[in-house]
């Protein structure tokens, strides 16, 4: 069994920039690629970013260039460097694990999911 467990959550301003981080514990080389997904209320949840074991990343296009996944494999976590937030990135984020070496954007390919922190953006 693999454990999943995101911190860095909260309120912040428009502009403003968050790092979201996810613990892995347990059966940790049953991972291979880790990603993080979102979800806005009302809406499906939809992917962020992910990153292989060897640190090939996969970013949603409209996201690239403000959010940055990285990946430290001896620490079994994942984090997301969120920069220059808008509302619209309001959302519960998801940090999941792929049991695949796969950055794929698919969320059914990911097996383990942590339990979700919440990131408002205030205009």
């Known amino acids: 069994q693999v454990e999943l467990v995101e911190s860095g959550g909260g309120v912040v301003q428009a502009g403003g920039s968050l790092t979201l981080s996810c613990a892995a514990s347990?059966?940790?080389?049953?991972?291979?690629?880790m990603g993080w997904f979102r979800q806005a209320p009302g809406k499906d949840r939809e992917f962020v970013a992910a990153i292989s074991q060897g640190h090939t990343t996969n970013i949603k296009d409209s996201l690239n260039g403000r959010f940055t996944i990285s990946r430290d494999n001896a620490k079994s976590t994942v984090s997301l460097q969120m920069n220059s937030l808008i509302p619209d990135d309001t959302a519960v984020y998801y940090c999941?694990?792929?049991?695949?070496?796969?950055?794929?954007?698919?969320?059914?390919?990911?097996?383990?999911w942590g339990q979700g922190a919440q990131v408002t953006v205030s205009s």
């Open positions: 347990g059966r940790t080389f049953s991972v291979g690629a």
């Open positions: 999941a694990g792929n049991p695949r070496d796969n950055v794929v954007d698919r969320a059914s390919e990911y097996l383990y």
